[in-house]
C-alpha cells in the first residue's frame, strides 16, 4: 500500500537550514509526483512545493528563494532544504502524493525554530 | 497566485444539522477544488475532488457544488465523528488551500 513518512530534526536553529526526508513505498517516484504541505501550530494548510515525475520541481512563490526540492529515486526517498529559517517556518512539514489531488499523506513531523 | 476565500472560519452545529462551507476562487478554477477533513493530530483526509465527486469511504451525507469561482461544501444530518476542521484546495493552478472551518458542536 501507498505510504510516506517523514523525517528530520525536530528544532532548528534560526538563520539556519532545515533539511527533511520523505521516504515512499507501494509505488515509484518516477511515475508520480511527491509535495510537501506545511501547517503552522494551530493555523491553517499551506503548499511548499513538489517534485514532479519527470524530476522537475515546483514552489510555492512566497518561499521560492529559500526552498529546494530533491529526490532518490534508488532510495525512494524526497528532500527538503529550506534555507534562512525563522520562528515564522515553525509547522507541521507532510509530504503528500498527488492523487490527484492530494490523495495519500504522510503522518508529518513537527519542525521548531528557536534557539 | 489564485487565492481562495473559505468561510466561515467556524461552525457551531448541533447533531442531525445541515451544514454549508463556501469557497471562493479569485478566478475561475475550473471545478478544481477539493475538500478536506482533517482532525487534530492527524494529516487531512481527502473527502471529495472535482467539486463533487465523493472519494471512496467518504459518507454520502457529505457533498459538494459549484462552478466558475463560487462552491460551497455541505454535511447533512451532522454526526459527531464530523467535528473537525474543513479545508478546500484548489489545484487548477499550483495550489492553495483555503483558511479552514473549524466545526463544533453546539
Same mark, same amino acid.
Given at each position: ?115 | 497566485? !489564485?487565492?481562495?476565500? /473559505?468561510?466561515? *472560519?467556524?461552525?457551531?452545529?448541533? #447533531?442531525?444539522?445541515?451544514? =454549508?462551507? @463556501? ?9 478544481? !477544488?477539493?475538500?478536506? /477533513?482533517?482532525? *487534530?493530530?492527524?494529516?487531512?483526509? #481527502?473527502?471529495?475532488?472535482? =467539486?463533487? @465527486? ?53
Amino acid at each position: 500500500q501507498v505510504q510516506l513518512k517523514e523525517s528530520g530534526p525536530g528544532l532548528v536553529q534560526p538563520s539556519q537550514t532545515l533539511s527533511l526526508t520523505c521516504t515512499v513505498s507501494g509505488f515509484s517516484l518516477t511515475s508520480n509526483s511527491v509535495h510537501w504541505v506545511r501547517q503552522p501550530p494551530g493555523k491553517g494548510l499551506e503548499w511548499v512545493g513538489a517534485i514532479w515525475s519527470g524530476g522537475s520541481t515546483d514552489y510555492n512563490s512566497a518561499l521560492k528563494s529559500r526552498l529546494s526540492i530533491s529526490r532518490d529515486t534508488s532510495k525512494s526517498q524526497v528532500f527538503l532544504k529550506m534555507n534562512s529559517l525563522q520562528t515564522e517556518d515553525t509547522a507541521i512539514y507532510f509530504c503528500t502524493r498527488w492523487g490527484p489531488p492530494f490523495a495519500y499523506w504522510g503522518q508529518g513531523t513537527l519542525v521548531t525554530v528557536s534557539s | 497566485d !489564485i487565492q481562495m476565500t /473559505q468561510s466561515p *472560519p467556524s461552525l457551531s452545529a448541533s #447533531l442531525g444539522d445541515k451544514v =454549508t462551507i @463556501t469557497c471562493q476562487a479569485s478566478q475561475n478554477i475550473n471545478k478544481y !477544488i477539493a475538500w478536506y /477533513q482533517q482532525k *487534530p493530530g492527524k494529516a487531512p483526509r #481527502l473527502l471529495i475532488r472535482y =467539486t463533487s @465527486t465523493l472519494e471512496s469511504g467518504t459518507p454520502s451525507r457529505f457533498s459538494g457544488s459549484g462552478s466558475g469561482r463560487d462552491y460551497s461544501f455541505s454535511i447533512s444530518n451532522v454526526e459527531s465523528e464530523d467535528i473537525a476542521s474543513y479545508y478546500c484546495l484548489q489545484y487548477d493552478n499550483l495550489y492553495t488551500f483555503g483558511a479552514g472551518t473549524k466545526l463544533e458542536l453546539k
